[in-house]
């Protein structure tokens, strides 16, 4: 079915890619992850009970297990919480912490392209849902959630002391 794209369904589009991509007002994805030491991907953050690892990889777990929600008719939630973070006691290599932040960048592309499909209507069920969720409150739960573990993921690099030497941002 094809939707009439308006000015405003274009602006409204436009907006959640841009808050799916950078989170507006939140530091985005790319500049949390950016220049990540290798010795610090297993750090545990002060006073929590994961490591940053886990928090991008808790990231990358949810964010596909919407985009399934949205798009697969055969979605299965997965169970919590080990459905969406890692075992407390996982240690994740440098190829897996490489592979996790391709992943998140991977799925969010692919949320971007639903919300950037004209023929797609943001504001219909998703058909998954039993009537209750559309397509544009997935798409800003996600970029909600995104937004607070990837302030989290910032704020831990800084008190665990793992941003590069004179960072000035």
């Given at each position: 079915?094809?939707v009439n794209?308006?000015?405003?369904?274009?602006?409204?589009r436009?907006?959640?890619?841009?808050?799916l991509e950078?989170?507006?007002a939140?530091?985005g994805?790319?500049d949390?992850?950016k220049?990540?030491p290798k010795?610090?991907?297993?750090?545990?953050?002060?006073?929590?009970p994961?490591?940053c690892?886990?928090?991008?990889?808790?990231?990358?777990?949810t964010q596909k297990?919407?985009l399934d929600y949205?798009?697969?008719?055969?979605?299965?939630?997965?169970a919590?919480p080990r459905?969406?973070?890692?075992?407390?006691?996982?240690?994740?290599?440098l190829?897996?912490w490489r592979q996790?932040?391709?992943?998140f960048q991977?799925d969010?592309?692919?949320?971007?392209?639903?919300?950037?499909d004209?023929?797609?209507d943001l504001?219909?069920a998703?058909p998954?849902?039993?009537?209750?969720?559309?397509?544009?409150?997935?798409c800003l739960?996600?970029?909600?959630h995104?937004?607070y573990?990837?302030g989290e993921?910032a704020?831990?690099?800084?008190v665990?002391?793992?941003?590069?030497?004179?960072?000035k941002d």
């Amino acid at each position: 079915m094809a939707v009439n794209q308006t000015g405003a369904d274009k602006e409204i589009r436009d907006q959640l890619v841009s808050m799916l991509e950078s989170g507006q007002a939140h530091m985005g994805f790319a500049d949390a992850t950016k220049a990540f030491p290798k010795s610090g991907i297993n750090s545990r953050l002060p006073r929590v009970p994961y490591s940053c690892w886990h928090l991008v990889e808790h990231l990358r777990l949810t964010q596909k297990d919407m985009l399934d929600y949205m798009v697969s008719a055969s979605y299965e939630e997965p169970a919590f919480p080990r459905g969406y973070w890692p075992r407390k006691s996982a240690r994740a290599t440098l190829a897996q912490w490489r592979q996790s932040l391709a992943q998140f960048q991977k799925d969010r592309r692919a949320m971007i392209d639903l919300v950037r499909d004209p023929d797609r209507d943001l504001f219909a069920a998703v058909p998954n849902s039993g009537g209750k969720h559309t397509f544009f409150r997935c798409c800003l739960v996600i970029a909600d959630h995104n937004s607070y573990h990837i302030g989290e993921l910032a704020f831990g690099r800084q008190v665990a002391g793992l941003w590069p030497k004179g960072r000035k941002d």
